[in-house]
């Protein structure tokens, strides 16, 4: 088993990324009242043909259980849940572990009895689940819940369930050199509203009305269920009404074969509302009509994620035969939260004009260099591996039996077989698993908690417990289609290559592949590095053979070399958990404690080169050779270097942070013993955020308190949007804001404002982003939010300039190396801002 851990691993993390737009699971929320005070919750599952949803009662070292959070109070729960279904038990043939699954055949129903007390009337929460089918799992995904529970003895089957579709944005014209506009790019091309008419005393007639914008269409509920999502429309069960008839529709029908999907759909076009209706028979006109409609929108070019909207009509309500209302209201009316409006009109439209040109989104092109750099150090690594380099001589002799022409050419087409093989396989994650969300990894708290796993998995590989391979049958079936010759089989003698080595190089692979992954096309690149070191050898030695008597012979320091990287994948495997503490403020893992972690696997490699310590491959060391002593000392070094670490710096009142730890270890104000700086306590009281930042810079981590500050003192304000796990933003604060030019100027001429985007604090309140309609539920998100529809942008760092009444000041930048820059974009926003007072000052004296 453990030589498919690792496929699974890298399975698991892929699908948690995919971006494929996919609803196979549908959920209804209804509640039973069983007694005075005492109701039955009932969650229910509708699952599409060829998926399964995984019971809230499976392993945990496996696919993710579906769980229920509970969000409001003033009841209890009696008892478990119970679940019904068609259940199925056995080893999940994604994750190869013991699960409990539930099939599409019946819907999965869960209930869990409660008693509330006297007085609610409602509960709230939300439901996280994940599916699968045969090939593949999607992430999974938190769906809100609001479920009323009515006072008499009649049952209730109200639910609200929110859909967290993020509409994406644009900034159009921002770049390193200008800034023309700014537009939030809402794709929203559909506008509902709905009506309801009274025909006659008992029966109603719904209508459900689409304002299509130009050139985008919306398909038919009766439209092929194996192309784009049809129009749907789902109703909470009830005893208080029944549909009489088939839905009617409306509008400029056309029918053929869809460009998208090449199959026959039937579509309704721009020209004219697309309308629905139905008729129902109505019981009770006191209780409402509650459900949700579905619907895909496509135009010639794209086609949008299917989205969810709910509606409720109340035929009570009904006045003069007709009651209007729109989507927006219906989403008011359903939404439980408070409604959040983050957008500033005067940074939005100071942020097309700006009042100078200062700053400017920079490109960084340099990352990728790294990227590209770290992969092929990653790819002479594989090189001095047991399992690749004596292949180089075996491989280049084969070549060069034929004459020398021809071995070159054969030794050249190798090599770049090699290239194709790995390169392939990034630009495959990077398109399949989606680009934007590889980012979203570098921060998520379970992704780096399972990185940590993976890497810690990938070190004891390489000290030899076990070895990670690929089933035998692969290489067999590769090496036969090698022995057919030509190019086809010189290609599949580096295929070969790839699959009998991957127990030394999958660990690298995978670990070069999340290190790239904060980057859109960072696993392309990385492999492209990896696969170049991997393949220069073989051309190069396949033309110049004679140049094999100088490599050394394989032997024992092959070993050494997988040990000493098993001792790297250890302390990197740190790196990840410190991001998941960070988010999470778990507070365990700090400066400190991840500083003497790092000296002590330095000091641990330096004892195994040494022979002191042996692991189960190792025998024993008779003599140290010159090579093995300069790694000695080089490790030596590294752990003096770390413990220089500790040394204690004036200027931040922190551990003065080592450079080239700049992103990996936590801040150094982030620390177990050091006394905390003081606060002007005048300011704590009044301002809840005010603390200190990096390098004890003074600021405060909530807007509209530094605004207010800003306000009273009339200083420009710097807005910092940073994240705990933003490796570019510790290499900002590090690297630049410790130059005296730079740091003076945040602490004397700037009011520091430093919004933390991917912090997991949960807030008191659940609110919803009015302009996202998209709940937000943490600190992070909150921030996130203001960012997306203020600036246009979701990465960070990303750092503005501001007046105190809230207007841009030149453009903002993002990372970017070398202080100088940094310190003139400072600058230059306190000139701007200084002559823009004398300006207002000379007007107010004429």
């Known amino acids: 088993m453990l030589r498919y851990v690792y496929i699974s691993a890298i399975l698991f993390l892929a699908n948690i990324v995919s971006g494929q737009i996919l609803q196979p699971v549908k959920w209804s929320f209804s509640s039973e009242k069983l007694s005075e005070g005492e109701y039955m919750l009932i969650y229910e599952a509708k699952i599409d043909k060829g998926w399964t949803v995984y019971s809230q009662f499976t392993g945990d070292d496996g696919p993710i259980p579906t769980s229920i959070t509970y969000e409001s109070e003033g009841f209890e729960q009696i008892g478990k849940s119970e679940e019904f279904g068609s259940k199925k038990e056995g080893v999940d043939p994604i994750f190869d572990v013991m699960v409990t699954k539930f099939l599409d055949d019946e819907n999965y129903v869960i209930k869990q009895k409660i008693l509330a007390n006297k007085g609610v009337t409602k509960v709230t929460g939300y439901l996280s689940f994940m599916c699968c089918d045969d090939t593949k799992c999607l992430p999974p995904v938190d769906i809100d819940f609001s479920i009323d529970l009515l006072i008499n003895d009649e049952s209730s089957t109200t639910a609200s369930i929110n859909s967290e579709i993020s509409p994406s944005f644009s900034v159009s014209g921002i770049n390193g050199n200008e800034t023309n506009s700014f537009t939030t790019n809402f794709v929203d091309p559909v506008h509902w509203t709905y009506v309801i008419e009274k025909v006659n005393e008992q029966e109603y007639l719904l209508k459900f009305i689409a304002n299509v914008e130009k050139n985008w269409n919306v398909y038919s509920q009766f439209t092929s269920d194996d192309g784009p999502v049809p129009t749907a429309i789902y109703y909470e069960e009830g005893d208080h009404y029944s549909i009489i008839d ?7 029908k056309k029918e053929g074969i869809d460009p998208f999907f090449d199959v026959l759909v039937t579509k309704f076009l721009d020209d004219e509302p697309y309308i629905i209706e139905h008729r129902i028979k109505v019981n009770d ?55 959040v409006d983050n957008i500033i009109p005067s940074i939005r439209s100071s942020l097309a004009n700006p009042t100078s040109e200062c700053g400017g989104i920079q490109e960084i092109s340099s990352n990728l260099w790294l990227t590209f750099v770290f992969g092929f150090i990653g790819g002479l690594l594989a090189l001095l591996t047991p399992c690749v380099f004596p292949m180089i001589p075996l491989t280049v002799s084969f070549f060069t039996k034929d004459t020398k022409r021809k071995g070159w050419m054969n030794g050249l087409i190798y090599g770049l077989s090699i290239i194709v093989i790995y390169v392939a396989l990034g630009i495959f994650l990077t398109a399949f698993f989606g680009a934007d969300a590889l980012n979203r990894l570098s921060t998520n708290w379970i992704a780096n908690t399972i990185f940590f796993l993976i890497f810690i998995f990938f070190a004891l590989s390489f000290f030899g417990y076990y070895e990670i ?36 190089t999958g660990p690298i692979i995978g670990s070069a592949i999340v290190e790239s992954a904060s980057s859109k096309i960072g696993p392309s690149v990385v492999m492209t590095g990896f696969a170049l070191a991997l393949a220069i050898p073989f051309g190069f030695f396949a033309a110049f053979p004679s140049w094999l008597n100088t490599l050394p012979k394989s032997g024992s320091w ?33 400066y400190e404690l991840f500083m003497g972690i790092w000296v002590l696997i330095a000091i641990l490699t330096m004892l195994y080169l040494l022979g002191l310590i042996r692991f189960p491959h190792d025998s024993k060391l008779k003599k ?47 620390n177990f013993f050091l006394p905390k700086p003081e606060l002007n306590s005048d300011l704590k009281t009044r301002f809840f955020s005010y603390d200190k930042c990096a390098n004890n810079l003074d600021c405060f981590k909530d807007y509209y308190e530094g605004v207010a500050y800003a306000k009273e003192v009339n200083k420009p304000i710097f807005l910092d949007f940073t994240g705990h796990g933003c490796v570019n933003c510790r290499k900002t604060e590090e690297h630049i804001w410790v130059k005296e030019e730079v740091y003076s100027k945040l602490r004397d001429d700037f009011i520091l404002v430093s919004l933390y985007c991917d912090d997991d604090k949960k807030l008191d309140t659940p609110l919803i982003s009015k302009s996202r309609n998209e709940k937000l539920r943490d600190v992070g998100k909150m921030w996130s939010d203001f960012q997306i529809v203020n600036f246009g942008s979701n990465s960070q760092p990303l750092y503005a300039m501001m007046t105190p009444n809230e207007e841009i000041i030149g453009k903002p930048r993002g990372y970017e190396p070398g202080w100088q820059s940094y310190a003139n974009f400072l600058e230059c926003g306190l000139s701007a801002f200084s002559n823009s007072k004398n300006l207002i000052g000379s007007v107010k004296g004429k």
């Not at 088939?246 to 400029?252: M, S």
């Not at 290489?475 to 080595?501: C, Q, R």
């Not at 070993?559 to 998941?580: C, D, I």
Request: with cysteine.
């Open 469 to 504: 391979t690929l089933p035998s049958s692969w290489s067999n079936k590769s090496d036969k289609m090698a022995d057919k010759g030509g190019i086809i089989g010189i290609f599949f003698m580096a295929f070969t290559l790839a699959i009998v080595s991957f127990s030394c």
């Open 246 to 252: 088939r839905t009617v529709e409306k509008g400029h």
């Open 285 to 339: 006109i006191q209780k409402e009509i509650v459900g949700g409609l579905e619907y895909m929108a496509c135009d010639d070019k794209e086609c949008l994620p299917p989205q969810f909207i709910d509606f409720k009509f109340n035929p009570a309500n009904l006045t003069g035969g007709k009651i209007l209302l729109s989507s927006a209201e219906i989403s008011k009316m359903i939404l439980e939260g408070n409604v």
């Open 558 to 590: 092959m070993t050494s070399v997988k040990v000493v990287l098993g001792f790297l994948e250890l302390a990197l495997a740190f790196k990840f958990l410190s991001v998941a503490d960070l988010t999470n403020h778990w507070g365990f893992l700090r």
């Open 624 to 670: 140290i050779n010159p090579v093995r002593w300069g790694f000695v000392a080089l490790f030596a070094a590294a752990a003096i270097y770390l413990v220089t670490g500790f040394r204690f710096n004036e200027k931040t009142q922190a551990y003065d942070s080592k450079a080239l730890l700049s992103g990996i270890s936590p801040p150094a104000h982030y």
